[in-house]
């Protein structure tokens, strides 16, 4: 079991910079793929980016080139940084961990371990 936090969400302007963490609990967290999905008021829940355990990533092309998913296996946190913001990235960012073989996944259902989600306004 891990349990995820994330933090840093907030309030910035269109064209600023957030960088999120998400902290996670155990002694195991180097075996876990990471990523972070966000969800949009009235819409579904979307992949954002993924970190595997070697540290290989992948992104939504949506975000592609504006944010980068990090890991630390030492302290046991994974971060986006995310620059460039735009409003149509408002939204509540998730942590989620993955256990079993690794590589990159986006699917939620992928995922076993979710975070309670951290709020990102972006105001234009």
């Known amino acids: 079991q891990v349990q995820l936090v994330e933090s840093g969400g907030g309030l910035v302007q269109a064209g600023g910079s957030l960088r999120l963490s998400c902290g996670a609990s155990?002694?195991?967290?180097?075996?876990?793929?990471m990523g972070w999905f966000r969800q949009a008021p009235g819409k579904e829940r979307e992949f954002v980016a993924a970190?595997?355990?070697?540290?290989?990533?992948y992104y939504a092309d949506s975000v592609k080139g504006r944010f980068t998913i990090s890991r630390d296996n030492a302290k046991n946190t994974v971060d986006l940084q995310m620059n460039s913001l735009k409003p149509e990235d408002m939204a509540v960012y998730y942590c989620?961990?993955?256990?079993?073989?690794?590589?990159?996944?986006?699917?939620?259902?992928?995922?076993?371990?979710w975070g309670q989600g951290t709020q990102v306004t972006v105001s234009s």
């Open positions: 989620a961990a993955r256990g079993g073989r690794t590589g990159v996944f986006s699917r939620q259902e992928q995922y076993d371990y």
């Open positions: 155990g002694r195991t967290f180097s075996s876990y793929v």
């Open positions: 970190i595997s355990r070697s540290g290989s990533t």
